[in-house]
Nanobody, 118 residues
Framework: QVQLVESGGGLVQPVGSLILSCTASSQIFSFSSMAWYRQAPGKERELVAA???????NYAQSVKGRFTISRDNVKNLVYLQMNSLIPEDTAVYYC????????????WGQGTQVTVSS
C-alpha cells in the first residue's frame, strides 16, 4: 500500500524540542527528494525542509538554524529535529516528496499536530 505516515507531534513549550518521524512507502521514498511541510490554521501548506536522496538539505528561512531534516534510506524514514520552537511553529506537519522542484505524491498522510504554547 502506498502511504505516508507521520508521527511525533505534541504539545511543547516555547524553546522546547521535538523530533518528527515519517514512514514512506518505497514507491514514494526511493530515489526521491523528501520534505517536511506544515500547515497552520488559515494558512496554505508550506515547505519547511527538504533532503535529497544523497543527503543534501534545504530549509525555509523561518526554520534555518533551528530545524534539521534527515533520512534513513534503508528504512524509508524521514526525520525532522525541531529545536528552539516558537509559537509560530504551531501547525500540522506532513511529509511527502519535495524540494528542488520535486512534485509531491498526490495522496498525503494524516499529518502530525505540533503545538507550541506555554
Amino acid at each position: 500500500q502506498v502511504q505516508l505516515v507521520e508521527s511525533g507531534g505534541g504539545l511543547v513549550q516555547p524553546v522546547g524540542s521535538l523530533i518528527l518521524s515519517c514512514t514512506a512507502s518505497s514507491q514514494i521514498f526511493s530515489f526521491s527528494s523528501m520534505a517536511w511541510y506544515r500547515q497552520a490554521p488559515g494558512k496554505e501548506r508550506e515547505l519547511v525542509a527538504a533532503v535529497a536522496s544523497g543527503g543534501r538539505t534545504n530549509y525555509a528561512q523561518s526554520v534555518k538554524g533551528r530545524f534539521t531534516i534527515s533520512r534513513d534510506n534503508v528504512k524509508n524514514l524521514v526525520y525532522l529535529q525541531m529545536n528552539s520552537l516558537i509559537p509560530e511553529d504551531t501547525a500540522v506537519y506532513y511529509c511527502n516528496r519535495g524540494g528542488w522542484d520535486t512534485t509531491p505524491f498526490p495522496s498525503w498522510g494524516q499529518g502530525t499536530q505540533v503545538t507550541v504554547s506555554s
